[in-house]
């Protein structure tokens, strides 16, 4: 089992960045494919971005191509999620994950929150 925990969420104006973090404990980061999902309020948990365990290989909804950036520092067992060009729709709790399902381990979540 992997343990993660998000940072980096907060409160920013439209257009503005924020880079979130996931730091994991346990078993080896390294192997594992991880990303991001997120929820908004009302709304079911979305798909965000993925990479593979290399870092080799990334994969992202549409709705954030182009503005947000993974990758991952196996070395330093960490993930990360650079966002630019942030929209109020972008306003939700973002999880971090490793692995696949059905053994996925989650995060607790970090608040982003976009204001127009």
């Known amino acids: 089992q992997v343990q993660l925990v998000e940072s980096g969420g907060g409160l920013v104006q439209t257009g503005g960045s924020l880079r979130l973090s996931c730091a994991t404990s346990?078993?080896?980061?390294?192997?594992?494919?991880t990303g991001w999902y997120r929820q908004a309020p009302g709304k079911e948990r979305e798909f965000v971005a993925a990479i593979n365990w290399s870092g080799t290989s990334a994969y992202y909804a549409d709705s954030v191509k182009g503005r947000f950036t993974i990758s991952r520092d196996n070395a330093k067992n960490s993930l990360l999620l650079q966002m630019n060009s942030l929209k109020p729709e972008d306003t939700a709790i973002y999880y971090c994950y490793a692995g696949d399902e059905p053994g996925r381990s989650w995060g607790r979540g970090t608040q982003v929150t976009v204001s127009s």
């Open positions: 346990g078993r080896a980061f390294s192997s594992y494919p």
